[in-house]
């Protein structure tokens, strides 16, 4: 039961911040000239949208830290649908 509150809050949780991010504040319109990226980022890579979100408005870009945030916003999509693939096989 507990892997199941994990994935869930893993899922959702970034799909929240968007979008208090998006209602509260202007980051998502000075990371991205358009609607469509930050909207399929919502549907599909939440947790990459929000780490070039913050490599855009924290280190301008992707250069230097800027690529951190990026990879780390990478690897939380990876284990966010790839988590449970291990214990679902055994």
Same mark, same amino acid.
């Given at each position: 039961?507990?892997?199941?509150?994990?994935?869930?809050?893993?899922?959702?949780?970034?799909?929240?911040?968007?979008?208090?991010?998006?209602?509260?504040?202007?980051?998502?319109?000075?990371?991205?000239?358009?609607?469509?990226?930050?909207? @399929?980022?919502?549907?599909?890579?939440? !947790?990459?949208? /929000? %780490?070039?979100?913050?490599?855009?408005?924290? $280190?301008? *870009? @992707?250069?230097?830290?800027?690529?951190? !945030?990026?990879? /780390? %916003?990478?690897?939380?999509?990876?284990?966010? $649908?790839? *988590?449970?693939?291990?214990?679902?096989?055994?």
């Amino acid at each position: 039961m507990p892997c199941c509150a994990l994935l869930a809050m893993g899922l959702i949780g970034p799909r929240f911040a968007l979008f208090i991010i998006w209602i509260f504040s202007d980051w998502l319109e000075r990371a991205y000239d358009t609607f469509i990226w930050p909207f @399929l980022g919502f549907l599909l890579l939440p !947790w990459t949208t /929000l %780490g070039y979100m913050v490599a855009a408005n924290w $280190y301008d *870009g @992707l250069e230097g830290f800027g690529v951190l !945030w990026f990879a /780390l %916003g990478v690897a939380g999509d990876v284990v966010a $649908y790839t *988590g449970g693939g291990r214990r679902a096989k055994s």
